[in-house]
């Protein structure tokens, strides 16, 4: 790697870890680049080689995320290995789950710590519409017992609020066993659950 290129990185990464705090402490509405850089360590002109302001860096930080979780889908062959639906969601919830604890901090901060209050919204946007294709790919249709907007609803939401709850924890499962656990909660519904004693 080119001494400058990881310059660059290690800069970024300084900013990003500023923002993370800065956002914890007193929101994203209310923080400027001062508080990033004062944080950071690094002086406002540094800042602005990298950033036209902080709604730019927290723009690209959401865009890298979104474009990485798109990229779950297709990378090293999901679509063509995966067989049936259960092998599509094994595959995708061991990297998901792999990809939203490498960026914990961040997503938690955005979800629970006043950063962004769209980008969860964002994501379950993603994530169905990825999904749905991928369904879509293996011929999968989902039944009409119920509109399609709930089963959606139910299955994403529901995938989501237990990977927040999961990245909340003080100390989480790693990420291939709560890879595991989110397979069960697909293949059993929650009245399933409940054992008589």
Not at 180 to 185: A, D, G, Y
């Amino acid at each position: 790697m080119h001494q400058n290129d990881l310059r660059v990185r290690k800069t970024r990464a300084k900013i990003k870890r500023a923002l993370i705090e800065t956002i914890n402490e007193k929101g994203f509405g209310n923080l400027t680049v001062s508080d990033i850089t004062e944080k950071a360590g690094i002086n406002r002109g540094t800042f602005y080689i990298h950033y036209k302001g902080k709604q730019d860096l927290l723009e690209q930080l959401e865009e890298a995320i979104y474009s990485d979780i798109v990229q779950l889908f297709h990378d090293n062959g999901t679509i063509s290995s995966a067989t049936s639906y259960e092998d599509l969601n094994r595959q995708f919830f061991q990297k998901f789950s792999a990809y939203i604890y490498g960026d914990r901090d961040f997503i938690l901060a955005m979800v629970l710590g006043n950063g962004d209050p769209m980008f969860y919204h964002k994501i379950k946007q993603i994530l169905t519409r990825e999904l749905l294709k991928r369904m879509e790919y293996l011929g999968i249709k989902m039944s009409d017992e119920i509109p399609h907007e709930y089963i959606e609803e139910y299955a994403i939401g529901s995938m989501l609020n237990l990977s927040i709850y999961w990245l909340e924890k003080d100390n989480p499962e790693p990420p291939n066993e709560f890879a595991k656990i989110m397979m069960r909660t697909r293949t059993k519904a929650p009245l399933a659950f409940a054992v008589k004693e």
